[in-house]
């Protein structure tokens, strides 16, 4: 069955500082990968997705993740964190159903705290 | 950018009560979901609706949920009579359904049931 795991519940880094949050999965064929992002109050907002082609993907916000089949990873990362970036992180792993995207799988989310 | 639209963003119910959430979803997407997040636990998957009929459902979905698509903008959800455990966020979903778009949520509704 698929899963996702978030190992870490809570990160707490400086502005200004790298990230990186990691998400390993459990899928057996090539799995369609997302992380999303949850500011309080609102609602899941797509950073950068893979689904075929460079490992490395670029989103939003000046985040990148890269998709390593042999971890079965898809870590996230920014290279300096800026306060707004303080929210909660959901990585998740899609199905293929042919003409389009089947469910998502979630990770339980990594709650990122940004210090000034 | 167009956006998936949910209202309410918060209700409040009794135990037993039937409630009905709506989604709006970006006008020139055909697949459409519904997920919850219960507090403190995982976003999951409920239910995907194509072509006027659910196309996949979880476990979770079960004889108390419906869903609908009564005209060419709404997509609804049902709960017929709620339980205080469906307390959550329903959060609705829509993708173009072509390749490879992705998913885009809505900014959920906060059921809590009293």
């Known amino acids: 069955a698929q899963s996702v795991t978030q190992p870490d519940i809570h990160i707490t880094v400086s502005e200004g500082a790298s990230l990186e949050l990691r998400c390993n999965y459990s899928?057996?064929?090539?799995?369609?990968l997302f992380w999303y992002v949850q500011s309080p109050g609102q609602g899941l907002q797509l950073l950068l997705k893979?689904?075929?082609?460079?490992?490395l993907v670029q989103g939003i916000k000046g985040f990148e993740a890269e998709f390593k089949r042999s971890q079965s990873s898809f870590n996230l990362r920014k290279p300096s964190v800026h306060w707004s970036d303080a929210a909660e992180y959901f990585c998740?792993?899609?199905?293929?159903?042919?003409?389009?995207?089947?469910?998502?799988?979630f990770g339980r989310g990594t709650q990122l705290t940004v210090w000034p | 950018e167009p956006e998936v639209t949910q209202t309410p963003s918060h209700q409040v119910t009794q135990m037993g009560q039937e409630v009905i959430l709506r989604c709006v979803p970006i006008?020139?997407?055909?697949?459409f979901y519904w997920y919850r997040q219960i507090l403190g636990q995982k976003v999951e998957f409920l239910v995907s609706f194509y072509n006027n009929e659910i196309s996949e459902k979880s476990e979770i979905f079960d004889d108390q949920f419906s869903v609908e698509r009564p005209d060419g903008s709404n997509f609804t959800l049902k709960i017929r009579s709620t339980k205080l455990e469906d307390s959550a966020m329903y959060f609705c979903?829509?993708?173009?359904?072509?390749?490879?778009?992705?998913?885009?949520f809505g900014n959920g509704t906060r059921l809590t049931v009293t």
């Open positions: 006008s020139n997407h055909l697949y």
């Open positions: 893979y689904f075929s082609g460079d490992t």
């Open positions: 998740a792993v899609g199905v293929d159903r042919g003409s389009t995207l089947g469910r998502l799988y």
């Open positions: 979903a829509s993708i173009l359904g072509q390749g490879n778009s992705p998913l885009h």
């Open positions: 899928y057996g064929a090539t799995p369609y």
